[in-house]
Protein backbone atom coordinates (compact mmCIF):
# COMPACT_ATOMS: atom_id res chain seq x y z
CA UNK A 1 0.00 0.00 0.00
CA UNK A 2 1.42 3.62 -0.65
CA UNK A 3 2.31 5.63 2.29
CA UNK A 4 -0.78 8.60 2.43
CA UNK A 5 1.06 11.88 1.35
CA UNK A 6 0.49 13.24 4.76
CA UNK A 7 2.56 10.04 6.47
CA UNK A 8 4.33 11.06 9.51
CA UNK A 9 7.59 9.51 8.10
CA UNK A 10 10.44 9.02 10.27
CA UNK A 11 13.96 8.65 8.34
CA UNK A 12 16.68 7.21 10.79
CA UNK A 13 20.24 8.86 9.56
CA UNK A 14 18.92 11.42 7.20
CA UNK A 15 22.01 13.03 7.33
CA UNK A 16 24.16 9.99 6.13
CA UNK A 17 24.65 9.08 1.97
CA UNK A 18 21.51 6.79 2.09
CA UNK A 19 19.72 8.75 4.19
CA UNK A 20 20.07 11.90 2.44
CA UNK A 21 19.16 10.31 -1.02
CA UNK A 22 15.79 8.87 1.13
CA UNK A 23 14.67 12.36 1.89
CA UNK A 24 15.42 13.60 -1.44
CA UNK A 25 13.29 11.08 -2.79
CA UNK A 26 10.85 11.52 -0.60
CA UNK A 27 10.44 15.49 -0.22
CA UNK A 28 10.47 14.92 -4.27
CA UNK A 29 7.20 12.64 -4.07
CA UNK A 30 5.45 15.08 -2.12
CA UNK A 31 5.48 14.12 1.15
CA UNK A 32 6.06 16.96 3.77
CA UNK A 33 5.70 15.34 7.02
CA UNK A 34 9.65 13.91 7.37
CA UNK A 35 10.81 13.51 10.92
CA UNK A 36 14.13 13.88 11.07
CA UNK A 37 16.25 14.48 14.59
CA UNK A 38 20.56 15.13 14.69
CA UNK A 39 23.01 13.10 16.72
CA UNK A 40 22.92 15.76 19.12
CA UNK A 41 19.10 15.84 19.40
CA UNK A 42 19.01 11.93 19.60
CA UNK A 43 21.46 9.60 20.53
CA UNK A 44 20.19 6.26 18.77
CA UNK A 45 22.00 4.20 20.71
CA UNK A 46 20.35 4.99 24.12
CA UNK A 47 16.51 3.42 24.41
CA UNK A 48 15.22 5.69 26.79
CA UNK A 49 15.71 8.63 24.44
CA UNK A 50 14.99 6.57 21.46
CA UNK A 51 11.41 5.75 23.39
CA UNK A 52 11.05 9.00 24.53
CA UNK A 53 11.73 10.54 20.83
CA UNK A 54 8.77 7.77 19.71
CA UNK A 55 6.33 8.47 22.53
CA UNK A 56 6.58 12.74 21.35
CA UNK A 57 6.74 12.01 17.65
CA UNK A 58 4.68 8.95 16.94
CA UNK A 59 5.84 7.96 13.22
CA UNK A 60 3.70 5.99 11.18
CA UNK A 61 6.84 5.09 8.64
CA UNK A 62 10.35 4.36 9.63
CA UNK A 63 13.01 4.12 7.23
CA UNK A 64 15.65 2.95 9.72
CA UNK A 65 19.12 3.68 7.49
CA UNK A 66 21.61 4.90 10.03
CA UNK A 67 24.47 3.15 11.07
CA UNK A 68 27.90 3.22 11.94
CA UNK A 69 29.37 2.45 8.45
CA UNK A 70 32.98 2.33 6.37
CA UNK A 71 35.16 0.60 4.05
CA UNK A 72 37.57 -2.32 4.98
CA UNK A 73 39.93 -0.22 6.33
CA UNK A 74 37.21 1.13 8.94
CA UNK A 75 35.95 -2.05 9.15
CA UNK A 76 38.79 -3.98 10.28
CA UNK A 77 40.00 -1.09 12.53
CA UNK A 78 37.56 0.03 14.57
CA UNK A 79 34.90 -3.41 15.34
CA UNK A 80 34.18 -2.23 18.66
CA UNK A 81 32.38 0.75 17.14
CA UNK A 82 30.93 -1.33 14.44
CA UNK A 83 29.51 -3.89 16.51
CA UNK A 84 28.35 -1.90 19.50
CA UNK A 85 26.85 1.30 17.68
CA UNK A 86 24.81 -0.62 14.93
CA UNK A 87 23.57 -3.21 17.55
CA UNK A 88 21.81 -1.00 19.61
CA UNK A 89 20.48 1.47 17.00
CA UNK A 90 19.02 -1.41 14.98
CA UNK A 91 17.57 -2.21 19.15
CA UNK A 92 16.51 0.79 19.94
CA UNK A 93 14.67 1.96 16.58
CA UNK A 94 13.10 -1.46 16.22
CA UNK A 95 11.83 -1.51 19.52
CA UNK A 96 10.67 2.20 19.94
CA UNK A 97 8.91 1.06 16.60
CA UNK A 98 7.15 -1.36 18.25
CA UNK A 99 6.25 -0.05 21.45
CA UNK A 100 4.61 2.96 19.48
CA UNK A 101 2.78 0.81 17.08
CA UNK A 102 4.52 2.50 13.55
CA UNK A 103 2.27 0.79 10.67
CA UNK A 104 5.73 -0.23 9.17
CA UNK A 105 9.49 0.48 9.29
CA UNK A 106 12.09 -0.53 6.30
CA UNK A 107 15.58 -2.02 8.27
CA UNK A 108 18.50 -1.44 5.84
CA UNK A 109 21.17 -4.09 5.98
CA UNK A 110 24.35 -4.75 3.88
CA UNK A 111 25.24 -7.41 1.66
CA UNK A 112 28.30 -8.28 3.76
CA UNK A 113 25.78 -10.31 6.04
CA UNK A 114 26.38 -13.34 3.74
CA UNK A 115 29.31 -16.33 3.89
CA UNK A 116 32.26 -14.98 2.34
CA UNK A 117 32.29 -17.91 -0.31
CA UNK A 118 28.68 -17.85 -0.72
CA UNK A 119 27.55 -18.93 -4.28
CA UNK A 120 27.37 -16.04 -6.46
CA UNK A 121 24.99 -14.42 -7.47
CA UNK A 122 23.71 -14.49 -3.37
CA UNK A 123 20.47 -15.48 -2.83
CA UNK A 124 18.78 -14.22 0.08
CA UNK A 125 18.57 -17.63 1.57
CA UNK A 126 22.27 -18.25 1.64
CA UNK A 127 22.05 -16.11 4.90
CA UNK A 128 23.35 -18.34 8.18
CA UNK A 129 25.10 -20.77 5.76
CA UNK A 130 28.79 -20.56 6.04
CA UNK A 131 31.57 -18.46 8.10
CA UNK A 132 32.03 -14.29 7.53
CA UNK A 133 34.61 -12.47 5.58
CA UNK A 134 37.11 -11.49 8.58
CA UNK A 135 37.49 -8.17 7.48
CA UNK A 136 33.89 -7.09 8.23
CA UNK A 137 32.21 -9.75 10.64
CA UNK A 138 31.36 -7.16 13.51
CA UNK A 139 29.19 -5.23 10.90
CA UNK A 140 27.76 -8.16 9.56
CA UNK A 141 26.81 -9.59 12.55
CA UNK A 142 25.15 -6.16 13.67
CA UNK A 143 23.56 -6.16 10.33
CA UNK A 144 22.17 -10.14 10.37
CA UNK A 145 21.10 -9.31 14.37
CA UNK A 146 18.90 -6.06 12.63
CA UNK A 147 17.36 -8.91 10.18
CA UNK A 148 16.11 -11.37 13.13
CA UNK A 149 15.27 -8.42 14.99
CA UNK A 150 12.44 -7.26 12.58
CA UNK A 151 11.48 -10.92 12.17
CA UNK A 152 11.04 -11.39 15.53
CA UNK A 153 9.03 -8.03 16.28
CA UNK A 154 7.07 -10.05 13.31
CA UNK A 155 6.38 -12.95 14.25
CA UNK A 156 5.64 -12.53 17.84
CA UNK A 157 3.86 -9.10 18.03
CA UNK A 158 2.91 -9.03 13.65
CA UNK A 159 4.64 -5.69 12.80
CA UNK A 160 5.30 -5.22 9.57
CA UNK A 161 9.08 -4.68 9.52
CA UNK A 162 10.85 -5.39 6.63
CA UNK A 163 14.87 -5.99 5.79
CA UNK A 164 16.39 -4.88 2.39
CA UNK A 165 20.22 -5.88 1.83
CA UNK A 166 21.81 -3.53 -0.59
CA UNK A 167 25.09 -4.03 -2.39
CA UNK A 168 27.94 -1.78 -2.25
CA UNK A 169 26.64 1.76 -2.43
CA UNK A 170 28.11 4.90 -3.55
CA UNK A 171 26.96 8.96 -4.37
CA UNK A 172 26.55 12.47 -3.18
CA UNK A 173 27.15 12.51 0.12
CA UNK A 174 28.88 9.66 0.72
CA UNK A 175 32.69 9.56 2.72
CA UNK A 176 35.51 10.71 0.91
CA UNK A 177 38.09 10.12 3.69
CA UNK A 178 40.45 7.79 2.64
CA UNK A 179 40.80 6.09 6.39
CA UNK A 180 36.83 5.14 6.28
CA UNK A 181 35.60 5.17 3.11
CA UNK A 182 34.19 2.59 0.48
CA UNK A 183 36.39 1.84 -2.41
CA UNK A 184 34.31 4.00 -5.14
CA UNK A 185 34.52 7.65 -2.74
CA UNK A 186 38.07 7.04 -2.58
CA UNK A 187 39.22 5.99 -5.93
CA UNK A 188 37.65 9.57 -6.94
CA UNK A 189 39.55 11.27 -4.11
CA UNK A 190 43.02 9.39 -5.41
CA UNK A 191 42.59 10.13 -8.95
CA UNK A 192 40.92 13.79 -8.08
CA UNK A 193 44.83 14.79 -5.83
CA UNK A 194 46.57 13.09 -8.68
CA UNK A 195 44.97 15.14 -11.39
CA UNK A 196 45.84 18.18 -8.83
CA UNK A 197 49.23 17.30 -7.97
CA UNK A 198 50.38 16.16 -11.18
CA UNK A 199 51.08 12.38 -9.46
CA UNK A 200 51.87 10.02 -12.22
CA UNK A 201 50.20 7.18 -10.40
CA UNK A 202 47.55 6.09 -8.41
CA UNK A 203 47.72 3.48 -5.27
CA UNK A 204 44.85 1.04 -5.29
CA UNK A 205 44.88 -1.32 -2.30
CA UNK A 206 44.98 -5.04 -2.76
CA UNK A 207 45.28 -7.01 -6.20
CA UNK A 208 42.59 -5.51 -7.51
CA UNK A 209 40.88 -8.93 -8.55
CA UNK A 210 38.47 -9.02 -6.12
CA UNK A 211 35.07 -8.40 -8.10
CA UNK A 212 32.29 -6.16 -6.50
CA UNK A 213 28.17 -4.50 -7.32
CA UNK A 214 27.79 -0.99 -6.90
CA UNK A 215 24.25 0.97 -6.68
CA UNK A 216 23.86 4.84 -6.81
CA UNK A 217 22.20 5.77 -3.48
CA UNK A 218 19.73 7.24 -5.76
CA UNK A 219 18.26 3.91 -6.57
CA UNK A 220 18.67 2.64 -3.75
CA UNK A 221 16.15 5.26 -1.71
CA UNK A 222 14.20 4.64 -4.76
CA UNK A 223 13.73 1.04 -4.10
CA UNK A 224 13.17 1.54 -0.67
CA UNK A 225 10.55 3.48 -1.08
CA UNK A 226 8.90 0.81 -3.32
CA UNK A 227 9.91 -1.71 -0.87
CA UNK A 228 8.07 0.05 1.68
CA UNK A 229 4.99 0.44 -0.54
CA UNK A 230 4.93 -3.00 -1.80
CA UNK A 231 7.00 -5.34 0.12
CA UNK A 232 6.14 -7.30 3.26
CA UNK A 233 7.54 -10.22 3.65
CA UNK A 234 9.39 -12.16 6.57
CA UNK A 235 12.79 -12.52 4.56
CA UNK A 236 14.94 -10.15 3.50
CA UNK A 237 15.35 -8.84 0.16
CA UNK A 238 18.60 -8.25 -2.04
CA UNK A 239 18.61 -4.51 -3.50
CA UNK A 240 21.17 -4.11 -6.47
CA UNK A 241 22.17 -4.69 -9.74
CA UNK A 242 23.04 -7.90 -10.14
CA UNK A 243 25.98 -6.66 -12.19
CA UNK A 244 29.33 -6.50 -11.03
CA UNK A 245 33.33 -5.78 -11.83
CA UNK A 246 36.60 -6.09 -10.54
CA UNK A 247 38.46 -3.37 -8.73
CA UNK A 248 40.91 -3.27 -11.87
CA UNK A 249 37.82 -2.24 -14.04
CA UNK A 250 36.46 0.13 -11.34
CA UNK A 251 39.62 1.80 -10.86
CA UNK A 252 40.23 2.08 -14.66
CA UNK A 253 36.72 3.40 -15.16
CA UNK A 254 36.95 6.07 -12.07
CA UNK A 255 40.74 6.96 -13.51
CA UNK A 256 39.01 7.79 -16.81
CA UNK A 257 36.62 10.11 -15.66
CA UNK A 258 38.71 11.98 -13.68
CA UNK A 259 42.89 11.57 -14.19
CA UNK A 260 43.09 9.94 -17.74
CA UNK A 261 46.75 10.31 -17.62
CA UNK A 262 47.44 8.17 -14.27
CA UNK A 263 48.46 4.95 -14.17
CA UNK A 264 47.37 2.19 -11.23
CA UNK A 265 49.80 1.00 -8.94
CA UNK A 266 48.66 -1.95 -6.48
CA UNK A 267 49.44 -2.29 -2.62
CA UNK A 268 48.79 -6.03 -2.34
CA UNK A 269 49.97 -5.54 1.79
CA UNK A 270 46.67 -4.05 1.50
CA UNK A 271 43.74 -6.85 2.26
CA UNK A 272 41.24 -7.61 -0.55
CA UNK A 273 38.42 -8.64 1.57
CA UNK A 274 35.91 -11.02 0.01
CA UNK A 275 36.80 -12.66 -3.23
CA UNK A 276 33.39 -11.69 -5.17
CA UNK A 277 30.39 -10.02 -3.93
CA UNK A 278 27.17 -9.73 -6.40
CA UNK A 279 23.59 -10.17 -5.10
CA UNK A 280 21.08 -12.55 -6.89
CA UNK A 281 18.35 -9.74 -7.60
CA UNK A 282 15.20 -11.75 -9.19
CA UNK A 283 13.05 -11.15 -6.33
CA UNK A 284 13.38 -7.63 -6.28
CA UNK A 285 12.75 -7.67 -9.85
CA UNK A 286 9.76 -9.98 -9.58
CA UNK A 287 8.21 -6.70 -7.47
CA UNK A 288 8.74 -4.61 -10.33
CA UNK A 289 11.45 -2.58 -9.63
CA UNK A 290 14.74 -2.39 -11.30
CA UNK A 291 17.70 0.16 -11.25
CA UNK A 292 18.02 3.30 -13.87
CA UNK A 293 21.42 4.73 -13.01
CA UNK A 294 24.52 3.15 -14.77
CA UNK A 295 27.77 2.73 -13.15
CA UNK A 296 29.50 5.22 -15.65
CA UNK A 297 26.82 7.87 -15.44
CA UNK A 298 26.97 7.05 -11.69
CA UNK A 299 30.69 8.08 -11.54
CA UNK A 300 30.19 11.13 -14.18
CA UNK A 301 27.77 12.98 -11.98
CA UNK A 302 29.06 11.75 -8.34
CA UNK A 303 32.20 13.13 -9.50
CA UNK A 304 30.49 16.57 -10.41
CA UNK A 305 29.00 16.32 -7.39
CA UNK A 306 32.42 16.15 -5.50
CA UNK A 307 34.19 19.00 -7.34
CA UNK A 308 30.93 21.05 -7.06
CA UNK A 309 31.26 20.22 -3.07
CA UNK A 310 34.94 21.10 -3.01
CA UNK A 311 34.04 24.69 -4.86
CA UNK A 312 31.54 25.22 -2.20
CA UNK A 313 34.34 24.83 0.53
CA UNK A 314 36.63 26.76 -1.02
CA UNK A 315 34.02 29.75 -1.05
CA UNK A 316 32.99 28.89 2.49
CA UNK A 317 36.41 29.48 3.14
CA UNK A 318 37.01 33.01 0.87
CA UNK A 319 34.01 34.31 2.55
CA UNK A 320 35.23 33.04 6.16
CA UNK A 321 38.86 34.90 5.93
CA UNK A 322 37.48 37.97 4.01
CA UNK A 323 35.64 38.16 7.14
CA UNK A 324 38.49 37.46 9.26
CA UNK A 325 40.59 40.53 7.71
CA UNK A 326 37.76 42.79 7.89
CA UNK A 327 36.92 42.01 11.81
O1 LIG B 1 34.63 -0.66 -0.55
P1 LIG B 1 35.49 -1.46 0.33
O2 LIG B 1 36.21 -0.75 1.39
O3 LIG B 1 34.66 -2.58 1.05
O4 LIG B 1 36.59 -2.20 -0.58
P2 LIG B 1 34.20 -4.11 0.84
C1 LIG B 1 36.27 -2.92 -1.74
C2 LIG B 1 37.54 -3.42 -2.41
O5 LIG B 1 38.24 -2.28 -2.96
C3 LIG B 1 38.54 -4.14 -1.51
C4 LIG B 1 39.60 -2.36 -2.62
O6 LIG B 1 39.11 -5.22 -2.23
C5 LIG B 1 39.59 -3.06 -1.26
O7 LIG B 1 40.87 -3.58 -0.95
N1 LIG B 1 40.21 -1.02 -2.61
C6 LIG B 1 41.15 -0.57 -3.48
C7 LIG B 1 39.94 -0.01 -1.76
N2 LIG B 1 41.53 0.66 -3.17
C8 LIG B 1 40.79 1.05 -2.11
C9 LIG B 1 40.74 2.26 -1.35
O8 LIG B 1 41.48 3.23 -1.58
N3 LIG B 1 39.83 2.30 -0.34
C10 LIG B 1 39.00 1.24 -0.06
N4 LIG B 1 38.10 1.37 0.94
N5 LIG B 1 39.06 0.08 -0.75
C11 LIG B 1 32.63 -3.39 2.72
C12 LIG B 1 32.52 -3.72 4.17
O9 LIG B 1 33.45 -4.34 2.19
O10 LIG B 1 31.42 -3.45 2.02
C13 LIG B 1 31.40 -3.02 4.80
O11 LIG B 1 33.74 -3.42 4.80
C14 LIG B 1 30.15 -2.89 3.95
O12 LIG B 1 31.10 -3.75 5.96
C15 LIG B 1 30.44 -2.61 2.49
O13 LIG B 1 29.40 -4.05 4.04
C16 LIG B 1 29.22 -2.71 1.63
O14 LIG B 1 33.28 -4.25 -0.33
O15 LIG B 1 35.37 -5.03 0.84
Known sequence: MT?????????????????????????????TNILTATRGQLDLRDQGEVSHWFKANRPEYVFLVAGT??????????????????????????????????????YLGSSCIYPRQATQPITEDQLLTGPLEPTNEWYAIAKIAGIK??????????????????TNLYGPNDNF??????????????????????AADVEIWGTGSPMREFLHVDDLADACVHLMDNYSEHSHINVGTGLDLSIREL???????????????FDTTKPDGTPRKVLDVSRLRATGWSPSIDLDTGIRTTYQW?????????????????ATAAG
Open 69 to 106: VGGIMANSTRPAEFIYDNLMIHGTVVHAAHEYAATKLL
Open 177 to 198: DLTSSHVLPALIRKFHDARETG
Open 3 to 31: MPSDARIYVAGHAGLVGSAVMRRLQNAGY
Open 149 to 166: LCQAYRQQYGRDFISAMP
Open 251 to 265: AEKVRDVVCPSAELR
Open 306 to 322: FLDQQTANRSMRGIGSV
